[in-house]
């Protein structure tokens, strides 16, 4: 049976993918971007517009390096002024579970629900450094064990709210005036981070509740995902590494009483098209080399040595001390789980191809997932598909706001033709573009 390819575009925003220093690049906060790039991933009906979320901007000893200088605003806000500019586009925001109170965060996201319609999904992402607590009340964090029980926690009280009203809990009486039955909205939930009860303040959307998409890559994340996530937005874009992937966290969906079709897998990809497969491997590398500029290559080296390396040459060789575990000169980046092994791997494909420090980082966190001409790159993507490495992709563009452009008018035609990806929205729910319950 054919599989549909689902499709969704993430703003690059404040990250190493973004070429900010490119000509054609605009402005990672004015409304225009977002209005380019949401309405460019609704004229190629894609199921949803992503935004990531930063609580606090990333600092290398001390400073704040590349696009974090720009700061990065709450995705809420901006997803529901997009909600005023599409129509059918699902509109996905990364909210914090650590930091976010259960109530607030089930009330927020189910207004940009009913604001769009039924468009709204929940990211739900965890936080365990201290340098992210500060920004907080609490002024502290949560140790990684007990991140993912507080997210877990949060998720059943947030599902718990949106499911809170019965449908027949509106009565629309004209003699005693439109009221709502007793205990509309009750709630109530004890467990180790949280103890509320109460009423909750809105009725379901019209695609019931939001949609649940999760990230978590850890064997903890994982089951995370398989017992309650919608769709994971995972990072393994390799064919192989993907079917790898796919088929564990399939396998985990049987012990939660989940069909295979109830959990969309769609890694983070990004794609380069050219008009040959040729040109497409030469501006491939020439983004490669925009994204990774000296200063950057020495700021993505010192994440993985722990080190100050700025007395580096970045095109001369890597380091050869060994990495510092639990250091804090790069604050507010995901780290690695094993450093020394990344450092061996780096040390001997440097040694192999005679890499410099800068030509090392660029081909060992190469990002271009999908290169080529509109033809490969439509074979390709439906190939992972078809084979069980994903079903679907996120594209995660270098540029903003016009990097969808070129995939959407010559990719997409392609796709619709070998009937694996829609040529209209056959509904107006986020929930009916992924084909899940409603």
Do not use: C
């Given at each position: 049976?054919?599989?549909?390819?689902?499709?969704?575009a993430?703003?690059?925003g404040?990250?190493?993918t973004?070429?900010?220093?490119d000509?054609e690049?605009g402005?990672?906060?004015?409304?225009?971007?977002f209005?380019?790039?949401?309405?460019?991933?609704?004229?190629?009906?894609?199921?949803?517009?992503?935004?990531?979320?930063?609580?606090?901007?990333?600092?290398?000893?001390?400073?704040i390096?590349d696009?974090d200088?720009?700061g990065?605003?709450?995705?809420?806000?901006?997803?529901?002024?997009?909600?005023?500019?599409?129509t059918?586009?699902?509109?996905?925001?990364?909210?914090?579970s650590?930091?976010?109170?259960?109530y607030?965060l089930?009330k927020?996201?189910?207004t940009l629900?009913?604001?769009?319609?039924g468009?709204?999904?929940?990211?739900?992402?965890?936080?365990?450094d201290a340098?992210?607590?500060e920004?907080?009340?609490?002024?502290?964090?949560?140790?990684?064990?007990?991140?993912?029980v507080?997210?877990?926690?949060?998720?059943?009280?947030?599902?718990?709210?949106?499911?809170?009203?019965?449908d027949?809990?509106?009565?629309l009486?004209?003699?005693a005036?439109?009221?709502?039955?007793?205990?509309?909205?009750?709630?109530?939930?004890?467990g180790?981070?949280?103890?509320i009860?109460g009423r909750f303040?809105?009725?379901?959307?019209?695609?019931?509740?939001?949609?649940?998409i999760?990230?978590?890559d850890?064997?903890q994340?994982r089951?995370f995902?398989?017992?309650?996530?919608?769709?994971?937005?995972?990072?393994?874009g390799?064919?192989?590494?993907g079917?790898?992937?796919?088929?564990?966290?399939?396998?985990?969906?049987?012990?939660?009483?989940?069909?295979?079709?109830?959990?969309?897998?769609?890694?983070?990809v990004?794609?380069?098209?050219?008009?040959?497969?040729?040109?497409?491997?030469?501006?491939?590398?020439?983004?490669?080399?925009?994204?990774v500029?000296?200063p950057?290559?020495?700021?993505?080296?010192?994440?993985?040595?722990?080190?100050?390396?700025?007395?580096?040459?970045?095109?001369g060789p890597?380091p050869?001390?060994?990495?510092?575990?639990?250091?804090n000169?790069?604050?507010?980046?995901?780290?690695?789980?094993d450093?020394?092994?990344?450092?061996?791997?780096?040390?001997?494909?440097?040694d192999?191809?005679?890499?410099?420090?800068r030509?090392?980082?660029?081909?060992?966190?190469?990002?271009?997932?999908?290169?080529?001409?509109?033809?490969?790159v439509?074979?390709?993507?439906?190939?992972?598909v078809?084979e069980?490495a994903?079903?679907?992709?996120?594209?995660?563009?270098?540029?903003?706001?016009?990097?969808?452009d070129?995939?959407?008018?010559?990719?997409?035609?392609?796709?619709?033709?070998?009937?694996?990806?829609?040529?209209?929205?056959?509904?107006?729910t986020?929930?009916?573009?992924?084909g899940?319950?409603q």
């Open positions: 049976m054919t599989k549909e390819i689902h499709l969704a993430h703003f690059p404040v990250n190493n973004t070429v900010w220093a000509p690049s402005s990672q906060i004015d409304f225009a971007s209005r380019h790039l949401a309405t460019t991933a609704e004229r190629g009906t894609f199921d949803f517009f992503f935004l990531a979320e930063g609580l606090r901007l990333r600092e290398v000893k001390g400073r390096h696009l200088v720009v990065r605003p709450e995705s809420l806000t901006v997803l529901s002024a997009l909600a005023a500019v599409t059918h586009l699902g509109l996905a925001a990364t909210v914090n650590t930091f976010n109170e259960p607030e089930a927020r996201i189910a629900d009913h604001l769009s319609g468009r709204a999904a929940w990211n739900v992402v965890t936080s365990w340098f992210t607590g920004n907080f009340r609490r002024g502290g964090y949560l140790a990684k064990a007990d991140r993912y507080r997210a877990q926690e949060s998720l059943r009280i947030v599902r718990k709210l949106w499911d809170s009203w019965a027949d809990d509106l009565v009486d004209q003699e005036g439109v009221f709502a039955r007793e205990g509309t909205g009750a709630f109530a939930d004890e180790a981070h949280f103890g009860h303040g809105l009725p379901p959307s019209p695609q019931g509740r939001p949609v649940v999760q990230a978590g850890s064997d994340g089951d995902a398989a017992a309650g996530a919608d769709v994971i937005f995972s990072r393994h390799s064919f192989a590494a079917q790898t992937f796919y088929k564990d966290v399939k396998d985990r969906l049987a012990k939660h009483g989940r069909t295979e079709e109830s959990l969309k897998i769609m890694p983070a990004t794609v380069v098209v050219a008009d040959t497969d040729a040109e497409a491997v030469d501006k491939a590398r020439y983004i490669r080399e925009q994204q500029s000296g950057t290559a020495i700021v993505l080296a010192e994440l993985i040595w722990g080190r100050d390396l700025s007395s580096y040459d970045p095109d890597l050869t001390e060994d990495p510092v575990i639990g250091s000169v790069t604050q507010g980046r995901t780290g690695f789980n450093p020394a092994a990344i450092i061996k791997e780096w040390r001997e494909a440097a192999a191809n005679g890499w410099s420090l030509q090392t980082v660029i081909n060992q966190q190469n990002r271009q997932t999908f290169i080529g001409s509109p033809e490969t439509a074979t390709e993507m439906n190939r992972h078809q069980n994903a079903d679907g992709f996120v594209l995660v563009p270098h540029l903003t706001p016009g990097g969808l070129d995939f959407v008018d010559r990719v997409v035609p392609l796709l619709r033709e070998r009937g694996v990806f829609r040529s209209e929205y056959a509904g107006t986020l929930r009916s573009h992924l899940l319950a």
